[in-house]
């Protein structure tokens, strides 16, 4: 499947640029996550991908997702840029889309960009471009215990806590808390301009 106009979508907010990245962009990438994400003793992400960081197995990762994209199961990794440099990456992931209108949302930001509201601001910019670029109803996100930063991007945001359940990305479950806001209660705080996306929207199950 040619999936290039997926390069053309460009998310801004007052301070930051998501898109899709270069392969010299995809390096830089690596290295933000090199540099650190988290404290080793903390693991925040349902895979543990951060303890063993392989820089041949984090660019496949991301070769494979474009690779494997199907209008019915896709995953949008964008890359975050700051003043035109990487400093992270927000999510946004969907399966049977056009039926479902339901997306979920992963993020990371290298630790040298944490605690300045960047955060919010690239989960806002992504939560705009599924409610009001792609249509969607609802969004989803979760937060695993002692992974307090994301847990209050959502409650920032709007999200209702839905219950808990357990995810064991090293092995041992750990307490997980699930959040879902709805397009009704979606109230974005920043302004965000979409661009490029009518050329992808077919990629995504829209026409």
């Not at 991908?49 to 994209?69: N, S």
């Not at 700051?82 to 339901?102: H, N, T």
């Amino acid at each position: 499947m040619d999936v290039s106009a997926l390069w053309q979508i460009r998310v801004r907010t007052p301070r930051l640029e998501l898109r899709l990245p270069d392969e010299a962009e995809l390096d830089e990438l690596f290295r933000v996550a090199l540099a650190g994400i988290h404290p080793p003793e903390e693991m925040p992400f349902a895979v543990a991908w951060t303890d063993d960081l392989d820089e041949e197995a984090f660019k496949t990762f991301h070769h494979e997702t474009w690779k494997a994209w199907r209008p019915d199961a896709w995953s949008l990794n964008l890359v975050t840029f700051l003043d035109g440099k990487v400093i992270g990456s927000q999510g946004v992931v969907a399966k049977s889309f056009a039926e479902k209108r339901e997306v979920g949302t992963g993020s990371w930001l290298g630790m040298a960009f944490q605690r300045q509201g960047l955060g919010t601001e690239q989960r806002a910019a992504v939560l705009e471009l599924a409610f009001r670029g792609l249509g969607a109803n609802a969004a989803t996100s979760g937060a695993l215990e002692g992974n307090v930063a994301s847990a209050r991007i959502s409650e920032k945001l709007g999200y209702a806590f839905t219950g808990m359940s357990e995810i064991a990305p090293r092995g041992e479950p750990i307490p997980h808390s699930n959040f879902r806001l709805e397009r009704s209660d979606w109230r974005c705080p920043v302004p965000v301009e979409i661009m490029g996306l009518d050329a992808a929207l077919p990629l995504f199950g829209l026409s």
